[in-house]
């Protein structure tokens, strides 16, 4: 039997991909296992699936001043050593790196011990975490043709993002019970990101007496993010993060406004949404997500509203023309050539593990 490390954490979007791989890394025999943070989310999001899960330190190499860049890298230092003794343990044929300050440790552990490392980004431009993890991969999977020219020539592959199978298997039925919604009313859904996002979040519920006439609205609004005054507010049903039923709500959804995380976005295009991106400012993030916005508008695959530019009145504007213009941005998701991800990827997988 062969054995595989999955890594990535410190967002929803670091760990998804891995879990759209393991159905069929299970299919095809692997004893997989998992490196995460000690109580990272990334810890719940795969404990539903059985496998052997081992916790390191983690800190993060922030660009901006905080207290915690005094504690970090001792931290950091403590998930190199755990790595080390992690890989050498499991002696893993293969890894594989979804992204987070998690994995660098992993990834520099398995390629010291000539383990094929295999790192995956997402966004088009690659994050410091990656950055570093780069020397240490036989692979750099990407999501967007234009990373490539970013990459090292020899190790850059296009596989695009992995997309979870269950997410085409949602039902809407049990949507509605969940949200105890009418069946006819078009619904409109809020993915402010797994650790929700307070813009997004005030924007729509300052707009909710003006689109309750015509939307029902689930709202995903992130961990410690509810509002507890509008619990009981019909046809507006809101939940910190959703795991089980996100394939049911999303079958349900009519349209998206959504952060612009790659993972996120590809899901969407995948799912033929019609969706509102909303992505990260430069004050809070290295521009990412305004990238692979701007590339998905450029393909016609979405509307995008900047977030310096976000009000109420912007916000009613952009949902109203969504909503007139959602068979135009379907046709074009369905007209575009995505990847078969997962089989491209395990292919890579089996042709490069010891």
């Known amino acids: 039997m062969k054995r595989i490390v999955l890594t990535g954490g410190g967002t929803a979007g670091h760990v998804t991909p891995n879990i759209a791989l393991i159905p069929k890394l299970k299919e095809l025999g692997y004893d997989i296992h998992y490196i995460g943070s000690y109580e990272g989310i990334e810890k719940e999001l795969v404990k539903p699936f059985g496998l052997p899960y081992h916790g390191i330190s983690s800190g993060k190499l922030r660009r901006y001043f905080s207290l915690q860049n005094f504690t970090d890298p001792f ?28 994995t660098v440790p992993v990834a520099v552990a398995g ?12 966004d088009m431009t690659p994050g410091l975490a990656n950055k570093l993890a780069f020397p ?23 596989t695009g993002s992995p997309v979870r199978a269950e997410l085409f298997e949602g039902n ?29 979040n005030g924007a729509i519920r300052e707009l909710l ?22 619990v009981n507010l019909k046809g507006y049903a809101q ?14 959804a009519d349209l998206v406004i959504s952060r612009a995380g790659a993972n996120a976005i ?26 692979n916005a701007k590339s998905f508008e450029k393909q016609g695959f979405s509307m995008v509203l900047e977030e310096e530019r976000l009000t ?18 379907i046709k074009n998701m369905r007209e575009s050539n995505q990847q078969d991800s997962i089989n491209i990827i395990l292919d890579l997988i089996q042709l490069l593990q010891k």
């Open 266 to 291: 590809c899901e969407l295009l995948a799912l033929h949404k019609p969706n509102l991106l909303i992505p990260l400012s430069l004050k809070a993030s290295r521009g990412d997500q305004i990238l």
């Open 75 to 102: 931290r950091v230092l403590k998930g190199f050593v755990e790595a080390r003794r992690l890989i050498k343990a499991l002696n893993p044929d293969i890894i594989f790196s979804k992204g987070g300050f998690v």
């Open 111 to 122: 390629g010291a011990r000539r383990v094929p490392v295999i790192v995956h980004e997402s």
């Open 312 to 329: 109420k009145e912007s916000l009613l504007e952009a949902i109203e023309s969504l909503h007139s213009n959602q068979s135009h941005y």
């Open 239 to 252: 939940f910190e993060y959703l795991q089980e039923e996100y394939k049911d709500v999303i079958a349900l």
């Open 209 to 230: 007496p003006e689109i309750l006439d015509t939307y029902q609205i689930i709202h995903l609004c992130g961990r410690n993010k509810l509002d507890p005054s509008l």
């Open 172 to 200: 809407k039925n049990v949507a509605l019970q969940l949200c105890n919604f009418e069946p006819h009313k078009p619904v409109l859904l809020i993915l402010g990101g797994s650790l929700g996002s307070v813009a997004i």
């Open 136 to 158: 240490s991969a036989r692979k750099i999977c990407c999501n967007f043709p234009e990373t490539l020219k970013l990459l090292p020539a020899s190790k850059g592959i296009l």
